[in-house]
């Protein structure tokens, strides 16, 4: 079941969901997360016909903080080898030897030790974020414009030193998160021991589809990933194998510190999902989309 919050000719707000193999409107006068944390199924609901050509797709919320965390170890691990072949071309030979002789990552590939402690995460810029359809505008300081595909979560409660079952009880549902990143400018941030800053917080951008908790949060290892730019896929993967789950890393993030509702929590890029590792970057003109199995689309496009 999937939702998404559109917006009528004269400006209303209106909830639309996919119920038999197209969208309808749904008859309510519930706000948005009011609606959804009811947990009704389609046969409870009324519905009207959706005129896709009349309705505006709009943000689902406005989060009031945004993690990202970094829950799949493989995206480190191949990210930092993508940031050797394309910064560091010298020291490639000898990454690729290493690899070669040992069959196993060159050790400066893994995260640091922490990594494996506690989930890691950066904070970012929770007032720029853009949805499906919207336009990215290339910041002027890069040249290297990526992608990453993510899964999201957001909360409806407040969470403090939460347990698993809390946060279980506090995630509203998921949506579809691309962690936009200027590469060039992402390495000279992170070498400087601090960051990243300029690099991310220009925009993200999550999808106008939404995705219910008891939907999916027994799905989240298991949900197949593509992403397609300029109508050519250029990457599948999926959400197997995180090294922490969902709920670990918001119970972390919760350690000692008070999260509110609404708060905005990204997995960190799936496996192979992003320019770094797959090799394709983004250019001024390019449309790039993003899917998740149980999600939706988010199709933004780049202009300079």
């Known amino acids: 079941m999937i939702f998404k919050k559109v917006q009528s000719p004269n ?9 038999n193999d197209q969208w309808k409107l749904v008859v309510t006068d ?15 609901m009324q519905f009207m016909n959706y005129d896709s050509e009349n309705y505006q797709d709009v943000i689902p919320f406005q989060p009031t903080a945004f993690r990202d965390f970094m829950l799949f170890e493989k995206h480190f691990i191949d990210a930092s080898r993508g940031f050797v072949k394309k910064y560091m071309p010298r020291a490639l030979p000898i990454v690729k030897a290493y690899e070669t002789l040992f069959n196993k ?6 995260p640091k030790k922490r990594y494996y ?8 810029n929770h007032l720029n974020f853009f949805t499906h359809g919207d336009s990215i505008k290339i910041p002027s300081y890069t040249a290297e414009l990526d992608y990453e595909l993510e899964i999201a979560a957001v909360i409806s409660k407040p969470l403090k030193n939460a347990s698993i079952k809390q946060v279980e009880d506090a995630i509203a549902g998921f949506v579809i998160l691309n962690d936009f990143s200027a590469r060039d400018v992402q390495m000279s941030e992170m070498e400087s021991g601090f960051g990243p800053v300029k690099s991310k917080n220009f925009g993200n951008a999550i999808s ?23 109508d050519k896929t250029v990457a599948i993967g999926s959400t ?10 918001i119970a972390y993030a919760s350690w000692e510190e008070q999260l509110h ?6 997995s960190g890029t799936i496996p192979s999902c992003t320019g770094i590792e797959n090799g394709v970057m983004l250019n001024a003109g390019d449309v790039i989309t993003l899917e998740i199995e149980g999600i939706g689309q988010l199709t933004n496009n780049v202009i300079s």
């Open 30 to 44: 519930l706000d948005f997360f009011t609606f959804i944390l009811e947990k009704r199924e389609l046969e409870a």
């Open 208 to 230: 106008a589809t939404f995705t219910p908790k008891h939907v999916l949060i027994e799905k989240l290892d298991t949900l197949n990933t593509k992403v397609i730019v300029n």
């Open 240 to 249: 197997k194998n995180m090294y922490y789950s969902m709920q670990e890393a």
């Open 117 to 124: 402690q506690h989930p890691i995460y950066y904070i970012g």
């Open 11 to 19: 400006g209303n707000e209106c909830i639309a969901t996919y119920a």
């Open 105 to 110: 990552p060159f050790p400066k590939l893994r």
């Open 261 to 266: 509702p609404y708060e905005l929590f990204g």
